[in-house]
């Protein structure tokens, strides 16, 4: 009997052992559970809602920056383009501009040509005597192989046979050297060569247009295409007082136009 209870009285201690460490476990569950919940609590909090709001409103900054520099970019080329197409245009311009100038000069050459045979005819008709029908003045006309030979060669350079032009016109200044033709055959046979891209040749031409001839009505003309020819060249202080020089004899003119457009183009980048 004793040792029964003994026995009992020993075995207790083994029931409460097991029984300690179960309530041990159920504890740590229930904090490592705790441990759990807690974070997630947290996250519903206003405070980490606030947090992920400016998380969310810098990020947003960043990709509104981040667009609005590539927009700039892109505004910004586009400029550059439409800034060079309109220079390329105003080149274009200018190009037509100085053919239509050409086209108005061939039609004035022929007209004034025209005229002056016309005078000329009538005034030889007029100096002819009732009483004895004969000639009393002499009047010097252009001969008829004369009128011909700068025809031709001015033909050759409207239809754009530079070359051929250029040969016309320095047999023509070769044959004719009394010409009235001569001061626009020497200022085409320049232009001739400034259509061929022969600007240093053209530039001797155009200067000696204007060095013979000062009084010819292609003088302003050579002045403004000696500036074109400097500018060309490379030669931009030359060019420059070449076409200001245009501007104070011919202002209000054609010229004082184009030349204040050759000058924008100095001046630009």
Known sequence: MRRRQHAAVAGAPSGASAFGRTVSGA??????????????AAQDSPVATQMQVQGLEQRLQRVERVLDSRAMTELLSGVDAATRELRELR????????ELDRLNERQRDQFRHLDERVNAF???????????????????LPGADEQAAYQEAF????????GSAIGRFERFIENHPGSDYLPNAWYWLA?????????????ADFTRLREEFPGSDKSGDALLKIGYSHYELGNHDEARAALEAVRAEHSGTTLER????????????
């Open 258 to 269: 184009l030349a204040e457009e050759r000058l924008r183009r100095l001046d630009s980048p």
């Open 122 to 140: 009538e005034a030889g008709a007029q100096a002819v005597t009732p009483e004895t029908g004969e000639r009393v003045a002499d009047f010097d």
């Open 191 to 203: 232009e001739a060569r400034y259509a061929r891209g022969e600007y240093a040749d053209a530039l």
């Open 27 to 40: 504890v740590i569950l229930g904090a490592c559970l705790a441990g759990v919940a807690g974070p997630v």
């Open 155 to 162: 033909d050759e350079l409207m239809d754009g046979r530079y």
């Open 91 to 98: 080149g274009e311009v200018e190009v037509l501009r100085y």
